[in-house]
């Protein structure tokens, strides 16, 4: 389980709230697997989980793109990597050949802690030092 501590906090209100919901769907689905919820409610977590991670990616990577962000590549590039493991693990999961496991999970609360603390900080210190501190609703 992921307790959220403050120095997660990126100083954009718009994606702490998204990275909070992230990581809420993250709990949810473990939670989930540690109670061994049948396979078609872990199916539907994951499924909810890589819609909002769709959502939220877009989001930045539209703000990246609006502030001319310059390391806008490696960033999108973090994004495809998770996006393209996750249905690779769904495909799997729907095809019995895996299970959703602790490591699983664990790589899933490893990349997206990652991800925020150095990947997603360097873009919220880009838009703070413009004044920006909220970027307002996924525009899609
Ligand atoms: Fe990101």
């Known amino acids: 389980m992921i307790s959220w ?3 997660y906090d990126i100083g ?3 994606f702490d709230d998204e990275h909070h919901q992230l990581v809420g769907t993250i709990n949810q689905l473990y939670g989930a697997m540690r109670e061994k919820r049948a396979d078609a409610t872990l199916e539907g977590l994951l499924q909810d989980l890589i819609h909002y991670t769709e959502i ?4 930045e990577e539209e703000v ?3 502030y001319r962000f310059d390391a806008v590549d490696p960033h999108c590039s973090e994004h495809r990597q998770l996006v393209d493991k ?3 693990f769904q495909r799997d999961l729907n095809q019995g050949k895996e299970r959703l496991s602790a490591e699983v999970m664990t790589f899933l609360r490893n990349w ?5 603390v150095e ?4 873009l ?4 703070r030092d413009q004044g920006i501190y909220d970027c307002g609703p996924p525009k899609l």
């Open 86 to 88: 996750i249905k690779q």
């Open 112 to 116: 997206l802690l990652d991800h925020i």
């Open 12 to 14: 954009i209100a718009t």
């Open 119 to 122: 990947t997603d900080m360097a």
């Open 124 to 127: 919220g210190r880009f838009l």
């Open 5 to 7: 501590k403050s120095c």
């Open 64 to 66: 990246m793109d609006r």
């Open 56 to 59: 939220h990616f877009a989001h």
